[in-house]
């Protein structure tokens, strides 16, 4: 309590400009979405202030005299910032604002949330777009959720903007720069699921890496990162499990490039990564399709179909978690299909907003919401 006072008399006694556009972020794993949009502000001129729960985030290290950062560490010192911060514009990742653990300030004009995946909104938790006054959407199909939602919930109508995904910008440009590596010997699988209940991993465990295993290809299993904080055991449980499995490798990095840029086909569940695999990468998924646990999630409301299931067909191939046994068939059928990429290229210009310029179309949006 007493860090997050002395703070944010820290804060507080900035020049104005640095409080009119203020970023929050719970560390590092947000940088991404962060940064496109930042660098583009700071080329326009603008100043802005930094706060971040991570004390290793690489918003920290930002060398502009335009920027001004804070760690705020975590605990109740960031509740507490935040829920007694001045500003005009508060940009945040986190979902949940007044119904989790971060509050409206009532010194704050505008709170904007910036959504930081390509799926639709089914499978976050209930209320979490219904506090902010301005929500970043990826694609038309979030911009018609949640004005169903609101339409179901009869509350005030938001400002939804057609902004895009700014982390694509990022591993965009980082795929344009690895275009010259060799790639790896042979093919490769990697398997990438969400976290959770609805995880594959957490759902199937040895079985599914024994399965892919059978295969004869090379797998490397990258947990999601929420994995590493929420489900420690489990993952020391399957790692130990594993390692006499020559074909099966993990990696725990901080960015998913490496394995994404040098495996040649996904395996996951309606995880968002699944969309950055085949927009960016342009490289084939199979999606594990099984019931999923809506309870406490915003799909209790929306109903009806999910659209990353919608999607899924289209990114490559949908094999039902009840018939594991015919995955590496699959597989091997997908790795087949030649025009593949030429299909992703089309997907994503239907389901996503400026891919590759969203940061920049950010922080026009935000300057023109001041």
Same mark, same amino acid.
């Given at each position: 309590?007493?860090?997050?006072?002395?703070?944010?008399?820290?804060?507080?006694?900035?020049?104005?400009?640095?409080?009119?556009?203020?970023?929050?972020?719970?560390?590092?794993?947000?940088?991404?979405?962060?940064?496109?949009?930042?660098?583009?502000?700071?080329?326009?001129?603008?100043?802005?202030?930094?706060?971040?729960?991570?004390?290793? +985030?690489?918003?920290?290290?930002?060398?502009?005299?335009?920027?001004?950062?804070?760690?705020?560490?975590?605990?109740?010192?960031?509740?507490?910032?935040?829920?007694?911060?001045?500003?005009?514009?508060?940009?945040?990742?986190?979902?949940?604002?007044?119904?989790?653990?971060?509050?409206?300030?009532?010194?704050?004009?505008?709170?904007?949330?910036?959504?930081?995946?390509?799926?639709?909104?089914?499978?976050?938790?209930?209320?979490?777009?219904?506090?902010?006054?301005?929500?970043?959407?990826?694609?038309?199909?979030?911009?018609?959720?949640?004005?169903?939602?609101?339409?179901?919930?009869?509350?005030?109508?938001?400002?939804?903007?057609?902004?895009?995904?700014?982390?694509?910008?990022?591993?965009?440009?980082?795929?344009?720069?690895?275009?010259?590596?060799?790639?790896?010997?042979?093919?490769?699988?990697?398997?990438?699921?969400?976290?959770?209940?609805?995880?594959?991993?957490?759902?199937?465990?040895?079985?599914?890496?024994?399965?892919?295993?059978?295969?004869?290809?090379?797998?490397?299993?990258?947990?999601?990162?929420?994995?590493?904080?929420?489900?420690?055991?489990?993952?020391?449980?399957?790692?130990?499990?594993?390692?006499?499995?020559?074909?099966?490798?993990?990696?725990?990095?901080?960015?998913?490039?490496?394995?994404?840029?040098?495996? +040649?086909?996904?395996?996951?569940?309606?995880?968002?990564?699944?969309?950055?695999?085949?927009?960016?990468?342009?490289?084939?998924?199979?999606?594990?399709?099984?019931?999923?646990?809506?309870?406490?999630?915003?799909?209790?409301?929306?109903?009806?179909?999910?659209?990353?299931?919608?999607?899924?067909?289209?990114?490559?191939?949908?094999?039902?978690? +009840?018939?594991?046994?015919?995955?590496?068939?699959?597989?091997?059928?997908?790795?087949?299909?030649?025009?593949?990429?030429?299909?992703?290229?089309?997907?994503?210009?239907?389901?996503?907003?400026?891919?590759?310029?969203?940061?920049?179309?950010?922080?026009?949006?935000?300057?023109?919401?001041?």
């Amino acid at each position: 309590m007493l860090k997050a006072i002395r703070l944010l008399r820290q804060f507080h006694e900035l020049p104005e400009e640095y409080r009119e556009i203020v970023f929050f972020s719970e560390g590092g794993s947000y940088w991404n979405t962060m940064a496109p949009i930042i660098e583009s502000l700071l080329e326009k001129g603008r100043a802005l202030t930094y706060l971040t729960m991570g004390s290793k +985030d690489l918003g920290l290290r930002q060398h502009s005299g335009s920027v001004a950062s804070f760690c705020l560490g975590h605990g109740i010192n960031p509740m507490c910032f935040m829920s007694m911060l001045r500003a005009n514009l508060v940009i945040m990742t986190t979902p949940g604002l007044q119904t989790l653990t971060i509050k409206r300030s009532p010194a704050v004009k505008h709170y904007v949330h910036v959504i930081h995946s390509p799926t639709g909104v089914s499978f976050y938790r209930k209320f979490s777009f219904d506090h902010f006054d301005t929500v970043m959407c990826s694609g038309e199909h979030q911009i018609d959720e949640i004005r169903k939602l609101e339409r179901i919930r009869n509350s005030k109508p938001k400002n939804l903007l057609k902004t895009g995904l700014p982390y694509m910008d990022m591993l965009s440009a980082q795929l344009k720069g690895s275009r010259g590596d060799s790639q790896g010997e042979g093919t490769s699988i990697l398997l990438a699921p969400t976290w959770g209940p609805n995880g594959a991993l957490s759902r199937y465990r040895m079985r599914l890496i024994e399965v892919l295993a059978s295969t004869g290809l090379d797998t490397i299993i990258r947990p999601h990162p929420q994995q590493l904080k929420s489900e420690v055991s489990l993952l020391t449980e399957l790692k130990s499990a594993s390692a006499g499995i020559d074909s099966i490798s993990w990696d725990f990095e901080p960015s998913g490039h490496g394995s994404m840029l040098f495996s +040649d086909i996904m395996i996951s569940d309606l995880s968002g990564v699944i969309f950055d695999y085949a927009f960016v990468y342009e490289k084939p998924v199979i999606t594990l399709d099984y019931e999923l646990d809506t309870k406490g999630f915003e799909h209790e409301d929306l109903e009806g179909a999910v659209w990353e299931r919608e999607m899924a067909q289209s990114l490559g191939a949908v094999v039902s978690g +009840d018939n594991l046994d015919i995955l590496p068939k699959i597989i091997a059928d997908t790795l087949s299909r030649k025009h593949l990429r030429d299909e992703m290229g089309e997907l994503r210009a239907a389901s996503i907003f400026n891919f590759g310029n969203a940061g920049r179309v950010a922080a026009e949006q935000l300057i023109e919401l001041l």
